[in-house]
């Protein structure tokens, strides 16, 4: 558990760096970008390989009723995330769709992982995107005003989630658990 909390402060530490003392992350310029992409790299490995080495208690268990609603609230996710590129119709209503992502991400894996590791990844991610919109809000303050969005953005979008949605699964039932239960 250990490799997974230190991969969830590096991760929380890299991302929040431009919020928290925006002149120090400027002061870098392009190599600040360099870093804190290694430190997700790093931070990535960490909590994988943490993950996959921890033990814990087990709260629940995967049901086949959770495993299809976690598929359905993972093509929301991927959804979210896609349209946060193309800046779909969601984006009215979302206002960081990239993070809502990691939320939605964060509660559908929880809903079929109920061992104490999960809850520390999953839980950790979704607090962590919490925390960026509350703090991204705070500096940003109010929202700009909407834009008209044409048809083939959000069809890009759709279609974007889906080759997704099917190239992380077949790679999940390689690595991982299937996530057809």
């Known amino acids: 558990m250990t490799l997974i909390i230190l991969g969830l402060l590096l991760w929380t530490l890299v991302h929040v760096w431009k919020r928290v003392a925006p002149d120090h992350r400027a002061s870098f310029g392009d190599k600040g970008k360099g870093i804190v992409a290694a430190g997700s790299v790093i931070a990535i490995i960490l909590m994988v390989i943490g993950y996959r080495g921890a033990d ?3 709260l629940w268990n995967r049901t086949g009723g959770m495993a299809g609603l976690n598929n359905l609230l993972m093509l929301f ?3 979210l995330f896609a ?3 193309a ?8 206002r960081h769709p990239q993070l809502a992502a990691v939320i939605v ?3 559908a894996h929880l809903l079929v992982n109920g061992d104490t590791p999960s809850i520390v990844l999953f839980g950790g991610m979704a607090l962590w995107a919490a925390m960026e919109i509350v703090l991204i809000n705070g500096i940003q303050g109010a929202r700009t005003p909407y834009h008209a969005v044409p048809v083939k ?3 890009t979008a759709i279609v974007a989630t889906v080759v997704v949605f099917v190239v992380v699964a077949l790679i999940h039932m390689l690595v991982g658990p299937s996530p057809f239960g």
């Open 56 to 58: 814990g208690a087990v």
């Open 83 to 85: 349209a946060s590129g």
């Open 153 to 155: 953005k959000e069809v």
């Open 77 to 79: 996710a991927f959804y």
């Open 87 to 94: 800046k779909t119709r969601i984006t009215k209503f979302i």
């Open 105 to 107: 991400w964060s509660g």
